[in-house]
């Protein structure tokens, strides 16, 4: 058996605790309608309205989790969802030091997040290769699960470039090391006491560990986070593609020997892709140099690529490989800075609804009507919507009603009676849905 302790001891002063406020609405009394003794039905109280004393209030809301120390100026590495929203951070190192973090940065759909802390004398972990690491390879974890600090667990690899359902930019490492709500963000340690992964998710039918663990490679995250510090968000490649995976019998259809690749099922007639000349049935099998060996190794090799970069990509067509070239253009997504707010928001500029918005570019103006979202305030935190968002449309007299202007909105808004229920079509990328929200009253 391999030799833990020392490890331990030496590596654990480079592990933190992060522990994130958030505030949540939550009943005052959620146990007092269903004890009403006045004699009306069950069925009937609970279409009644509630009773004063019986309305949502704010309350704080405490989410634990892990992270580890890159750089002696205080930089720490931890998970996005475990800071995502918090109005306040505090990081504790394993010497009982406390101190308050500052979110640099925070990336969605990596699930990576760079924290600041004024600290000196800080110890930084030491950082591996992932690409060394072997199916088998012990591996070992510390981490704060339910909120115990440093705890250890250990266990081997169970396999290397997994693919999770909507993760498709993680190549991520999958353990049998037992990981638990609280060991989020921690880091992943080799036998060389070398970080190697990000702890991030577990796949559970309980809640509790199963077995299935799975860790960001250590590369991707410092990838991340080097973009976190220099410019507040990620930038990535995209080259306006849909893909599907290649079976066998697709395989000997397209007279390929083997089923690889990813088959373009669908193409953006303005995206790069499509100027290079690649068309649906199309099956790319390289990219910028990297071997495509199935469909969910394609978005993560385009979008490690920087927009606006030449590169060559290989695909199947007509039973010969073929070559082209091709810019690579950005993909539009949400901001990945996740801000975090240390003192309640002051609401100035906002409308009725806590919103404050901005009229579009005239870029914009070609694709969508409606107004941006630039600043999410107060309630309006609560109805998922997000800095730039575009709303579309308010819902008035049972029918939407275009919005002109940013002007033009904040007015139907504010003329809205407090306490009413408004409805809002809003566009977030090139999808659209109704939000439903009410307006706060005096």
Same mark, same amino acid.
């Given at each position: ?18 522990? $994130? ?8 009394? =959620?146990?007092? *309608? ?6 009306? =039905? ?20 405490? #989410? ?9 100026? @205080?930089? +720490? ?24 973090? &500052?979110?640099?940065?925070?990336? !969605? ?10 600290? !000196?004398?800080? &110890?930084?972990? !030491? ?9 088998? %390879? ?23 470039? *997994? ?22 963000? @921690? ?29 960001? =490679?250590?590369?991707? #995250? ?12 990620? /930038?990535?490649? /995209? ?9 066998? %019998?697709?395989? %000997? ?47 993560? +090799?385009?979008?490690?690529?920087? =927009? ?10 007509? $039973? *010969? ?43 914009? /103006? ?35 009603? %275009? ?17 009413? $229920? ?6 977030? @990328? ?13």
């Amino acid at each position: 058996m391999p030799e833990f302790a020392a490890l331990v001891e030496k590596q654990a002063p480079v592990v933190v605790n992060i522990s $994130a406020t958030r505030q949540t609405k939550v009943p005052k009394a =959620p146990f007092l *309608r269903s004890e009403r003794d006045d004699g009306i =039905p069950g069925w009937l109280q609970r279409m009644l309205p509630a009773p004063p004393d019986m309305l949502d209030e704010e309350e704080d809301d405490r #989410a634990t989790g892990s992270g580890f120390v890159i750089g002696v100026e @205080g930089y +720490i590495l931890t998970n996005a969802h475990v800071v995502e929203g918090a109005s306040e951070i505090l990081v504790r190192f394993n010497d009982r030091r406390e101190y308050p973090g &500052r979110l640099v940065g925070a990336d !969605r759909r990596t699930d990576v997040a760079l924290l600041k802390v004024d600290a !000196r004398n800080l &110890r930084q972990a !030491r950082l591996g290769d992932p690409a060394r690491l072997r199916v088998g %390879d012990w591996v070992l974890a510390i981490g704060s699960p339910f909120g115990f600090e440093s705890s250890v667990t250990a266990g081997i690899v169970s396999a290397k470039g *997994r693919s999770l359902p909507d993760e498709s930019l993680v190549p991520f490492i999958q353990t049998d090391v037992a990981i638990n709500p609280g060991n989020s963000g @921690g880091p992943l340690f080799n036998l060389s006491g070398e970080v190697i992964g990000i702890n991030s998710q577990i796949y559970s039918r309980t809640g509790g560990f199963m077995g299935l663990s799975f860790a960001i =490679p250590i590369d991707v #995250a410092m990838d991340v986070q080097a973009q976190l510090r220099q410019n507040g968000r990620v /930038r990535r490649g /995209r080259i306006g593609v849909l893909v599907q995976e290649v079976t066998r %019998d697709m395989a %000997d259809s397209f007279g390929l020997a083997q089923p690889i690749g990813a088959l373009v099922s669908q193409i953006d007639a303005g995206g790069p892709a499509a100027a290079a000349g690649i068309k649906s049935g199309d099956i790319i099998v390289r990219f910028d140099g990297k071997e495509v060996k199935s469909s969910s190794d394609l978005p993560r +090799i385009v979008g490690g690529v920087r =927009p606006g970069m030449q590169t060559v990509v290989q695909y199947w067509r007509a $039973a *010969r490989l073929q070559t082209a070239q091709l810019a690579v253009a950005e993909f539009a997504e949400e901001s990945s800075l996740v801000p975090v707010r240390q003192t309640e928001p002051s609401l100035r500029g906002a409308n009725a609804l806590g919103l404050i918005v901005q009229d579009l570019s005239r870029d914009e /103006r070609h694709t969508t009507s409606g107004v941006a979202i630039r600043e999410v305030l107060g309630a309006a935190g609560r109805a998922e919507l997000r800095q730039g968002d575009v709303v579309v449309a308010l819902v008035l007299h049972g029918a939407p009603s %275009d919005i002109r202007s940013a002007t033009h909105f904040n007015r139907m808004v504010n003329d809205l009676p407090r306490g009413s $229920a408004v409805t809002l079509l809003v566009r977030r @990328g090139d999808a659209q849905s109704f939000v439903a929200m009410k307006v706060p009253g005096k």
